[in-house]
């Protein structure tokens, strides 16, 4: 079942809103407000807010990333968007068929997502990219209001293991049985309650730089998602 448009729209506009207005982290607060802008950008006006997901909350796929990058979402003020690592996952998502352009770099660069939607599960940057304990558990009502209104919903592509743990403890909140799952790049573990879930190393440089992932990696995995979907759609038929 699709959500009515209208519908959709008004609840993602309240989504958005209350995630930008958020302030529940005064760790997070303070750090992502007084944050310096690099010299490349000094021009430039930096978002400084919680950063809100983005893409089809129509889609089968989520993607789960960790946070806003300090120069990137934080930036920008769109998630995986104006860094390294938001260019790694777009050009990937664009191999796949889930973007149909290979470029994140600004609001207004006209990247629209098709079948997926991108989000992190701590919304501010974090000092280092380690949010803390509390951190994870303030910003875990909205991953939860996101996955509620993704009602297409399938699989969750989890870029890391703190990203992987994050919906985890999602599923554990829904009273999902998660005993013995734990993360593995290019693993897949299904539940009898709750979409899929799927992982890969996180396309941070200190992956990608060394060659811990590789594009083809990535995309290896959102292929394999793709034909798990028309396998799907295909049943249903």
Known sequence: MRIPR???QD????LTRAVVAC???PRLVSYREGVSPRASFASQRYWRKPVPGFGDLNGRLLVLGLAPALHGGNRTGR???GDSSGRFLVRALYDAG???NPISESLDDGLVYTDCYVTAAV???PPGDKPAKEEFENCS???DAEISMMKNLTAVLALGALSFRAYIDHLDRQGVDVKGVKFLHGGDFKFKKGPALYASYHPSPRNTNTGKLTQKMLVS???RLSREFETIREVRI
Do not use: W
């Not at 609840?11 to 309240?14: C, F, H, P």
């Open 221 to 223: 995995v959102l292929r």
């Open 23 to 25: 302030r529940r982290c």
């Open 98 to 100: 889930f973007a149909n």
């Open 11 to 14: 609840s993602a506009r309240a």
């Open 79 to 81: 998630v995986f968007t």
């Open 123 to 125: 919304k501010c940057v």
């Open 141 to 143: 009502a909205y991953l």
């Open 6 to 8: 209208s519908d959709a």
